[in-house]
C-alpha cells in the first residue's frame, strides 16, 4: 500500500537526499496501518513535489525522548554540529497528543 505523509521542505530534502532515514509521528490510528514494506508518498507542504521510500522497519515509543535515545541523531535527520532533543517536536504535537497517542517511528530505505 501506498501512504501520505506531508512534509515541511527542511526534512523533504533531508530524506530526498538520504540525510534522514527515520521518519517519526504520533502513532494515531492511521499510522498504525503502515506495515514494514509499505509505501510513504512523501510530499513537501510547499512545492508540492514528490518522493516515495519504502518502510523498512517500525517502531513504536511511549514518547519522543525514548524515540529520541533508540537512534544517533544522524538518523533523525539532525547534522554532525546540531544538537538533536526530543522537545523539537513539540513544535509539531502537543504534550496531550504525545501522552494519548504515543509515538512512531518509520525506519525508511535511503
Sequence with gaps: MIFDLNLHPHPFYLIENGYKDVEMRLNTPI????QVGDIIRFTNRESGQSILRKVVAIKSFKNFIDLYNSYP???LGYLDKEEANYRDMNEYYSNEDIEKYGVIAFEIEK
Design 31 to 34: 499510522r498504525r496501518e503502515i
Design 73 to 75: 541523531k544522524s538518523r
